[in-house]
Structures are given as C-alpha cells and as structure tokens.
C-alpha cells in the first residue's frame, strides 16, 4: 500500500521523510543494488561466452578430426585402388608374355614336327636311334623286355641290339618318325621314347621352364 504526504509525494509502504531515511539514499540503494544485478548478469553472460567458446572449439576439434578422418580414409581407398590397379596390370601382362612364350613354344615344335618326316634319312639317325634305344635298356634294367619300333626301323634295331648284348623281342607294330619304345609282356611298364614321345616331353617341360621363369619375374607379379 502506497503512502502520500501533503505534498503528494509517494513512498514505500511504512516509509515516510520522518523515518529520517531520504528519497535521495533510497534512490542510491536501488542504483546500487541495479549496479550488482548488472555487474552478476555480465559476469552471467561472459560465462555463457566463454562456456560457449569452448563447446564451439570443442565442436570445431571433433569437425577437424572427422575431416582428417575422411582423409585419412580417402587416401587409403586411394592407395588400396592403386595397388588393385597395379596388380591388375601386371596380371594381364604375365598372362600375355605367358600366351606369347606358348606361341613361340608351338611354332618353334610345330617346326620341328615338320622336320620329323625327314629326320630318319640324316646322317646322325642310326646315333640318335641307338642313344634311344640304349635309353629304354637302362630303364627295363634286366626284365624281360619287348622292343615296338616301326617296321622301316626294324633292322637297324636288330642291328643295334645285338651290339649290346642284350635279348630281347622285336616287334614292328607302330608308325613312328623314329625312336623305339620298351614294354614288359604283360604291357603293366612301358617306356616311351620315340621322336614324337621325345618332343612332348621337351614341350611340357620347356613350357613349364617358362612359365616357372616368368612368375619369378618381378616385371611381371
């Protein structure tokens, strides 16, 4: 309840000039008391500034590490992707110099099947024959052994064999551009060794050869 003198001036409920406190004092109190509450909201909001600031540099540390993050991730797919590519790369290209060393391989035998036909009117036919035939005595050792060679090498095997010595049976049941190959009677061991054998078994191992070699290559894995 407000209160009014005869001069029509206001005071505080219970207040009057005669209560020997000015309006002056009363008027210094509340400037003192608004300084205070100004003075604390300040300090309030300089808090919430800082408290700010620092959310925001800890919002701004966890962005930069996610960014270094993606990055780093980046340059691992990068890198991971340029290894596969690499790879890749050197893949086809063993695989190719693979399928060029074959072609070379079959031209170079397909020649030498050309030449085959030929091979048994040289002058070097009756060593080579009698290195073949000496080949397959020394895997029979001493079993009973039968000789199959074709009926145009038929006397030149006679020949051969009764050179060494050894007995054994004759037979001219194959076609063959040379060469002669051993077999027990009951056919359960047989040794092949005539031209055509002789040149499989270069091929295969001359291929097998290569490709040992270019897996090894550096250039190449």
Same mark, same amino acid.
């Given at each position: 309840?407000?209160?009014?003198?005869?001069?029509?001036?206001?005071?505080?409920?219970?207040?009057?000039?005669?209560?020997?406190?000015?309006?002056?004092?009363?008027?210094?109190?509340?400037?003192?008391?608004?300084? *205070?509450?100004?003075?604390?909201?300040?300090?309030?909001? &300089?808090?919430? *500034?800082?408290?700010?600031?620092?959310?925001?540099?800890?919002?701004?540390?966890?962005?930069?590490?996610?960014?270094?993050?993606?990055?780093?991730?980046?340059?691992? &797919?990068?890198?991971?992707?340029?290894?596969?590519?690499?790879?890749?790369?050197?893949?086809?290209?063993?695989?190719?110099?693979?399928?060029? &060393?074959?072609?070379?391989?079959?031209?170079?035998?397909?020649?030498?099947?050309?030449?085959?036909?030929?091979?048994?009117?040289?002058?070097?036919?009756?060593?080579?024959?009698?290195?073949?035939?000496?080949?397959?005595?020394?895997?029979?050792?001493?079993?009973?052994?039968?000789?199959?060679?074709?009926?145009?090498?038929?006397?030149?095997?006679?020949?051969?064999?009764?050179?060494?010595?050894? &007995?054994?049976?004759?037979?001219?049941?194959?076609?063959?551009?040379?060469?002669?190959?051993?077999?027990?009677?009951?056919?359960?061991?047989?040794?092949?060794?005539?031209?055509? *054998?002789?040149?499989?078994?270069?091929?295969?191992?001359?291929?097998?050869?290569?490709?040992?070699?270019?897996?090894?290559?550096?250039?190449?894995?």
């Amino acid at each position: 309840m407000s209160l009014t003198n005869a001069a029509g001036v206001v005071g505080a409920p219970g207040i009057t000039p005669g209560d020997g406190i000015s309006f002056m004092k009363y008027d210094h109190l509340i400037q003192s008391m608004e300084k *205070d509450a100004g003075e604390k909201i300040q300090a309030i909001l &300089q808090r919430a *500034d800082k408290e700010g600031k620092g959310e925001w540099d800890l919002a701004h540390e966890q962005a930069e590490n996610y960014r270094a993050q993606l990055l780093n991730g980046t340059r691992t &797919q990068i890198e991971l992707e340029k290894t596969k590519q690499i790879y890749q790369v050197r893949e086809e290209l063993r695989v190719q110099r693979v399928k060029e &060393q074959e072609e070379s391989i079959e031209e170079v035998f397909a020649e030498a099947e050309r030449h085959l036909a030929s091979i048994r009117a040289g002058p070097s036919y009756e060593s080579s024959f009698s290195t073949l035939l000496s080949e397959v005595l020394e895997e029979m050792v001493d079993r009973e052994t039968e000789l199959h060679v074709d009926p145009r090498d038929e006397d030149l095997c006679r020949r051969l064999l009764q050179k060494t010595g050894r &007995q054994c049976v004759i037979i001219p049941d194959i076609t063959s551009a040379g060469g002669v190959s051993g077999s027990s009677p009951d056919g359960r061991l047989v040794v092949r060794n005539t031209m055509e *054998d002789r040149l499989v078994r270069a091929r295969s191992s001359m291929k097998a050869t290569v490709f040992t070699l270019l897996n090894r290559d550096p250039d190449v894995r």
